[in-house]
């Protein structure tokens, strides 16, 4: 096959951005002036190259371990709400041709005939974005023996650490993306993306009752700067420490009580229940809770809530998005008073606001949707302690396991991982159990303090939407939520 992309020479910093081999930037112009003998509002040609490489270890000996290489371009025909789609794992001219005649089928069905001179597609110069992480392979940053000896280490300092590991499983990823998008609006934009992650998970033993704990961290950095990362040996005691409190938990209680919710992956909650009920498909559509409702208070005053792709390093954070478009912070909510959806390019034009830089796919074979990288809640005023010392009666969630929620309605259920009963203003038995049942809207409506500690999660998280996967980020600060209903086994 075609490489995607010359590799060696690639130079994202230079005024020139390569194009894939045997091809031209006049040539571009002229598939994508194909697709305008038809009217369109908008073609897009999409070229990825990636490589992927995982090591899974079981007790000690590496179990699971893949390296793959793909790469492809997706062919986009926009007209009005109608997008035609086509892709293929070879790129060349005649491949490329005959994906632009298909996805300009799919929409010019009851539409019109281009203008005169529609077909003179002009790319203009490259997008310049900030570069929130380094254009490098993380992949080659580490020898395929210090990969596993770095699995092994972790192993061998979970069971160090804690006579009732009875089981211990670790992997380690990484991954490397180019991708080059052209667009007949002129857009000619560029990103090289590294990704790592690494995972442990420990299984405890005790009294004949066995827990799980899990952990993981990651970012958008090399594998050897992740080794070298202050939180990395911490991760063993980190999953220790999760399966010894659900072993020592009591049955969780159920009611309507007031909730703390600790800061960082708690923010997957706003994620599923505000986050995705705010990207701009679902508004457009008039099926999200907060569709038509610009400009009216939907959260306390104490709630501003942003997306947020420019973190440097982060897991969520793109330079460009997946549409060209450089990445922006994204204010949604400000003082409780809804501000505005995050969009890609075709939704936005469809609602007059343009894109957010949120237009984002899985692949090539993908189309691209409205979605979220990084989403948080701003910080306030309240001393983490305090929040806890107010509540009488109430839970302390620290962590999330799985969840569900309804986009139209807002309404969710979400199941601790990790959770504490406070009692008189103290942190005391963790239970078990528990699930937290609402709608995004209310809760953020009864949110009665707001911490000062915000914290992003470690770059654990993944999104789906529509059977596409993609890393995203969250995070919160300790929030203080009044009468939200606890479900719960005891």
Request: with cysteine; charged share 20%; hydrophobic share 40%.
């Amino acid at each position: 096959m075609n490489a995607v992309l010359d590799i060696d020479s690639f130079q994202l910093a230079s005024d020139t951005i390569l194009v894939p081999a045997g091809l031209s930037l006049p040539r571009l112009e002229n598939v994508l002036g194909l697709m305008h003998e038809h009217a369109l509002d908008e073609a897009e040609l999409y070229f990825q190259w990636s490589r992927e490489e995982s090591w899974a270890l079981e007790d000690g000996i590496v179990k699971d371990g893949s390296h793959s290489i793909d790469q492809g371009v997706g062919v986009r025909a926009i007209a009005g709400e109608r997008t035609g789609l086509a892709y293929s794992d070879e790129i060349n001219e005649s491949t490329l041709t005959e994906a632009a005649r298909a996805a300009r089928a799919i929409v010019r069905h009851g539409g019109q005939a281009a203008q005169p001179g529609a077909r003179g597609i002009q790319i203009g110069a490259p997008v310049s974005a900030p570069r929130l992480y380094r254009a490098q392979d993380p992949i080659l940053s580490l020898t395929d023996v210090d990969k596993v000896e770095f699995l092994q280490s972790l192993d061998r300092a979970a069971r160090a650490a804690d006579p009732r590991v009875k089981q211990v499983m670790a992997s380690l990823a990484g991954s490397y993306e180019i991708v080059l998008v052209v667009n007949s609006r002129g857009v000619l934009a560029a990103d090289v993306r590294p990704l790592v992650r690494v995972n442990v998970s420990v299984i405890l033993e005790s009294g004949g009752r066995r827990e799980q704990g899990y952990v993981g961290m990651g970012g958008r950095y090399s594998l050897d700067t992740l080794l070298r990362h202050p939180d990395i040996a911490d991760l063993p005691r980190q999953a220790i420490h999760a399966a010894s409190v659900n072993l020592e938990a009591i049955p969780a209680p159920a009611g309507t009580m007031t909730v703390v919710l600790a800061g960082g992956w708690p923010g997957v909650m706003l994620h599923e229940a505000v986050g995705h009920p705010l990207e701009g498909d679902f508004n457009r559509k008039g099926t999200s809770a907060f569709s038509g409702r610009i400009g009216e208070q939907v959260a306390s005053p104490l709630c501003t809530v942003v997306d947020d792709g420019t973190l440097e390093q982060r897991r969520g954070s793109l330079s460009i998005d997946d549409e060209g478009t450089p990445t922006r912070c994204t204010t949604l909510i400000e003082g409780g008073v809804l501000k505005g959806y995050m969009q890609d390019r075709l939704n936005g034009r469809l609602m007059g606001t343009g894109s957010t830089g949120n237009g984002r796919r899985e692949s090539f074979a993908h189309a691209t949707l409205p979605r979220m990288t990084n989403t948080y809640m701003l910080p306030g005023d309240h001393d983490p302690e305090e929040i806890v010392r107010s509540v009488e009666r109430g839970l302390y969630a620290v962590n999330f396991g799985g969840g569900q929620v309804d986009t139209t309605s807002g309404k969710f259920v979400f199941s601790t991982s990790e959770a504490y009963l406070i009692e008189n203003g103290r942190i005391t038995q963790p239970v078990k159990g528990a699930s937290l049942i609402g709608s995004g809207p209310e809760v953020l409506q009864r949110v009665t303090m707001v911490g000062n500690d915000l914290k992003i999660d470690a770059g654990v998280g993944n999104c789906g939407k529509e059977g596409q996967t993609i890393p995203v980020g969250v995070g919160l600060p300790t929030v203080r939520v009044e009468g939200l209903t606890v479900g719960g086994t005891g």
